[in-house]
């Protein structure tokens, strides 16, 4: 019974990525081009900007998505049902429609613009800059850390923060003595996942066009040159090796619970 | 209660991010359909684009809904009875077998993707149909049914409910249509819904698939926020959120009462 989920896998999983692995080694340097994709200053230059993008954006959706993952799940309130709902819409939006968010808010045309341009007369554009790509990532990784921290957030249990408190604890220490903690594993998991999907995310820096060329967006575009077939292959396994390792690394220390980059 | 300081800082912050979230859309949203988007409101509202949006790219649309019914039936043949083999097995093998079949979603969508084509580009046939494209959102689809349902058939006591069944005669054809299905549905139902959202929001992997002849409506999408005006692109957005938008509050309302009743 388990044979029809096992052959559509391997026929579209295991052997593509078979393949992957074997031009990544019919270049014209064999196995050794898998070391000189890697090397190359510009594809290098790629990967320490996409990596050093992921690691901002991880922390600042942690901090943003935990405070209001923390509170959503602690507080009710009217409205309450209204907020995470907007706040978990981005979930299946496509990365070009979230680079599409981010030119209506910061682009030629967008709000920040036509509000900078009524105040003081010049238009303020920033969706096409790092900025741009950061907020962007950030918009579609806050729903994913706020689901995984208002679910542990519910089930926390306030009367270890009570009595923390009524033991003369300042709210500081409650916070990093005891919360913080609890949720450790849930920050764990969403930081992860938040971190392979920022690796992985094509569409966003595809809308935004940026000059960053994030690794996603540099291997499309050898590959619509189809410049080296051996080096693109080289470099999309090492994409899909960093998102795994990452991923199953944090599920090995959080536990599972860990959900899918996209 | 008095509510503490700390309590509004929080819920200033969580208005500021649900803004950040809801503010671009519904910017987008009345983008397409104003008149002219430059002039904003005062151009006037009109379904002009809307209109020209749905003669243009009808196909695009028709097809990725097509996909994502035709994933949902694909996913729910060949997860359903993946899931109930590996909630059964117990072992080593079965959860080496689950993490492997949840190994798509951990991959970025482009690696796979560059992966199929650099795999099926000599079978044109196969290469240039919607079956490419339907491939590939089975792939990266099925892990999320095999979850859910796999989270449901552990969590009820399926191996004495199906001996109490067998005990009473009941053959396996019927054990797994009578007991089985029925007792995992809420599982069944939270994973159509999710692979219906995400095939119809699927890009990263459809944009190296598809051909000019098999567009779905993201990739459509990104060709009109390339090269139509911004009111198209605009209209086109508001036509994806009418399709996706109800699709994810249908899964926002059916998964939380799990998650709310963990804490009574």
């Not at chain 2, 509004?8 to 008149?35: E, H």
Request: include cysteine; hydrophobic fraction near 55%; glycine fraction near 8%.
């Amino acid at each position: 019974m388990i044979l029809p989920a096992v052959l559509v896998f391997s026929a579209f999983f295991i052997i593509p990525f078979g393949v992957l692995l074997r031009v990544g080694a019919q270049g014209a340097y064999g196995i050794a081009g898998y070391w000189l994709a890697l090397m190359n200053p510009e594809h290098l230059e790629s990967l320490v900007a996409t990596l050093v993008l992921s690691t901002v954006v991880t922390v600042a959706t942690l901090c943003l998505g935990g405070v209001c993952g923390v509170f959503l799940g602690r507080n009710r309130f009217p409205g309450h049902g209204l907020m995470v709902s907007i706040l978990t819409l981005p979930l299946a939006f496509p990365g070009v429609v979230v680079g599409f968010m981010i030119i209506m808010l910061a682009g030629r045309q967008g709000l920040v613009s036509d509000i900078s341009l009524a105040l003081h007369g010049g238009r303020i554009v920033f969706a096409y800059s790092a900025w741009g790509l950061f907020l962007g990532y950030l918009y579609f990784s806050i729903p994913r850390v706020l689901l995984t921290v208002m679910a542990s957030a519910e089930i926390l249990d306030a009367s270890l923060e009570e009595a923390a408190r009524s033991l003369g604890a300042k709210p500081a220490r409650v916070f990093l003595d005891v919360t913080l903690p609890a949720l450790k594993p849930a920050l764990i998991s969403a930081g992860a996942l938040t971190f392979a999907t920022s690796m992985g995310a094509f569409g966003t820096a595809f809308t935004l066009a940026t000059r960053i060329n994030v690794l996603p967006m540099m291997i499309y575009t050898d590959f619509t040159l189809s410049t080296d077939l051996s080096s693109i292959a080289a470099l999309s396994l090492l994409l899909g090796l960093i998102s795994w390792v990452v991923l199953s690394l944090a599920r090995s220390v959080a536990g599972s619970g860990v959900a899918a980059a996209g | 209660m008095m509510k503490h300081s700390g309590f509004w800082l929080q819920l200033g912050l969580t208005l500021l991010v649900s803004a950040f979230i809801a503010v671009p859309m519904a910017y987008s949203v009345l983008a397409g359909l104003m008149r002219n988007a430059f002039f904003g409101l005062k151009s006037g509202l009109t379904l002009k684009w809307i209109t020209q949006v749905l003669s243009l790219y009808w196909p695009t649309i028709l097809l990725s809904v097509e996909i994502a019914l035709l994933c949902l039936v694909v996913t729910l043949l060949i997860g359903i009875p993946a899931a109930y083999v590996l909630a059964r097995a117990p072992g080593r093998l079965a959860r080496l077998a689950e993490e492997a079949l949840i190994l798509p979603i951990a991959v970025p969508g482009l690696a796979t993707g560059l992966a199929l084509v650099m795999t099926y580009d000599r079978w044109g046939a196969f290469r240039q149909s919607m079956w490419f494209i339907l491939a590939g959102h089975v792939l990266f689809t099925l892990p999320f049914m095999l979850r859910a349902v796999l989270a449901v058939m552990s969590s009820a006591d399926l191996k004495s409910l199906e001996e109490g069944a067998a005990s009473l005669g009941a053959n396996f054809t019927c054990r797994f249509f009578d007991v089985v299905l029925p007792n995992c549905r809420t599982g069944i139902l939270a994973g159509a819904l999710t692979v219906v959202t995400l095939s119809m929001g699927e890009f990263n992997l459809t944009w190296i698939l598809h051909t000019p002849l098999t567009k779905t409506l993201p990739v459509a999408l990104a060709d009109a926020y390339s090269s139509m005006r911004l009111e198209v692109g605009s209209a086109y957005t508001l036509v994806f959120f009418v399709l996706i938008v109800p699709l994810l509050l249908c899964l926002q309302r059916f998964t939380r009462p799990q998650a709310a009743r963990k804490t009574q």
